[in-house]
């Protein structure tokens, strides 16, 4: 027999006929090896990550979610879920496993009188913005508006609001979960409020968040925002100045610090492209009247090679970078925490810039200050609530061929970088680093996230993540 045939028609020691029972069941689609869109549906945002699944469901709905968890637990099956598919990991799939692919699940509801979004788990952050934007509300998100729901929200949340209205998970009202058994429950503040707690950053190791309420924030649909470039030469003391604004500025006003290699396309000036350049990308949510008068010191800190920021819809920022990036690149990244910038720090930064090691290759510095910091550590399962930023050193190439460059550029950079760090890091932004790191993510919460897995997932069926393993 041919072995693909035989993976089509018997998978993990199961029948046709097994199959054909949770194909029935399925609201949704149930998609094999050898099918014609198989190739399609298991393909992942990073291109270096290539996984082949037993089975993917592409659930429809709650039930279909439940189906799926309760045949991989009856079949053995490793589980692997999948909301936007952004993680850059590769946790939202598994070799040999099922996939519970929430993709289909996109629909959003907005209460504008009582401020409350309702967000399916397959949606990515351009469904949210789409839906609240004519109510003049937003739910604090990322930076990609191709980014999922799920897997920014379960791991913290760090956008453009940060300063003003927390992290994501601190707009988070309730989720409602699959849980390992295949039951269906509801967590918040009043019901399974140990769940809440371990959700709001433990990331997918509790369950199957099949749909998120959060509270909307009062922000946009227009604010003042977008990229200022300034030549490599001015680096160091651009981010000098922005680190100081970002600590002592108002908290309507955030921005994140880059180094990039200006893309060679038309809405940059031609004769900056291909050149390394600092930039901050702003988003001033405040008294749109008082923008210019806010920018103007920010236009001083050096002049400016390219000017973009001015006032612009706050969907059109968050998606202003997705076509930069689209599904397929190679990707490699390293995080950390990062509570004090100082000079030796600043110094590394301005050396590695220069080294840059292709056009998508970067660094960001995120600030998760202001309103993040109004919440104690041990509140959410978060718990570097006094650190001021996330650091992220990504090494980016469409060709598989120079990943050993931008991957060695990436780990060393951080490698010097990593003694000035708060020691942790944000677990959206991490590799596969093995548990030591999973620990330090998490610090004295991580005992308690332990103890919490242990009543919901005591056997870590969930364990295709950045693992918390359940207490004994």
């Known amino acids: 027999m041919d072995s693909k045939l035989g993976m089509a028609q018997r998978v993990g020691g199961m029948d046709d006929r097994a199959l054909a029972q949770l194909r029935q069941e399925l609201h949704g689609r149930l998609i094999r090896p ?111 508006s191709s980014t999922g729901v799920g897997g920014l929200t379960l791991g913290g949340g760090v956008g453009y609001l940060t300063r003003r209205f927390g992290l994501t998970i601190d707009s988070l009202l309730e989720v409602e979960m699959v849980l390992a058994d295949g039951r ?10 140990d769940l809440f707690w371990a959700v709001r950053g433990g990331g997918g190791n509790f369950g199957v968040v099949t749909a ?21 030469e001015y680096a160091a003391d651009v981010m000098r100045q922005w680190r100081d604004l970002i600590l002592s500025g108002p908290e309507e006003l955030n921005g994140w610090f880059g180094f990039h290699t200006v893309p060679p396309v038309d809405m940059f000036p031609a004769e900056h492209h291909l050149k390394k350049m600092a930039v901050v990308t702003w988003c001033y949510t405040g008294d749109l009247d008082a923008a210019e008068q806010v920018f103007a010191p920010i236009r001083a800190f050096a002049p400016p090679a390219i000017d973009f920021a001015g006032p612009i819809p706050l969907a059109t920022l968050q998606s202003l970078f997705d076509g930069l990036y689209p599904p397929g690149l190679q990707w490699y990244w390293n995080a950390d925490y990062v509570t004090d910038l100082g000079e030796e720090a600043i110094a590394l930064h301005t050396q590695y810039a220069a080294q840059l090691p292709s056009v998508h290759s970067t660094m ?51 490698r010097r970088l990593h003694p000035y760090s708060a020691g942790g890091a944000y677990v959206n932004m991490m590799m596969d680093e093995g548990q030591e790191r999973v620990m330090a993510a998490y610090r004295d919460n991580y005992a308690r996230l332990a103890q919490v897995k242990a009543r919901y997932d005591p056997d870590n069926f969930f364990h295709v993540n950045q693992n918390i393993r359940p207490a004994r």
């Open 212 to 232: 998120f309420l959060f509270r909307g924030q009062e922000a946009g649909p227009t604010v003042y925002g977008g990229p200022i470039f300034w030549p490599l």
């Open 34 to 144: 050898g099918e014609a869109d198989y190739d399609a549906a298991r393909s992942l945002y990073n291109g270096m990550i290539d996984k082949r699944p037993a089975l993917i469901v592409r659930c429809a709905d709650a039930a279909d979610v439940s189906a799926a968890v309760r045949f991989a637990g009856l079949h053995g099956l490793p589980v692997a879920v999948r909301g936007g598919g952004h993680n850059v990991t590769g946790l939202g799939s598994v070799d040999d496993g099922l996939v519970v692919d929430l993709s289909d699940m996109r629909g959003v509801q907005v209460d504008a009188a009582r401020r409350e979004v309702r967000v399916e788990g397959g949606c990515v952050w351009n469904d949210v913005d789409a839906a609240t934007a004519p109510y003049g509300l937003a739910v604090p998100t990322g930076f990609l």
């Open 184 to 193: 269906f429950v509801v967590a918040n503040a009043q019901e399974n409020p």
């Open 364 to 414: 960001h510095l995120y600030p998760i200050n202001g309103a993040a910091h109004r919440v104690g550590p041990n509140d959410t399962a978060w718990s570097f609530r006094e650190a001021n930023f996330v650091q992220v050193i990504v090494g980016v190439d469409p060709d598989p061929a120079n990943n050993a460059r931008t991957i060695g550029w990436s780990k060393e950079y951080w």
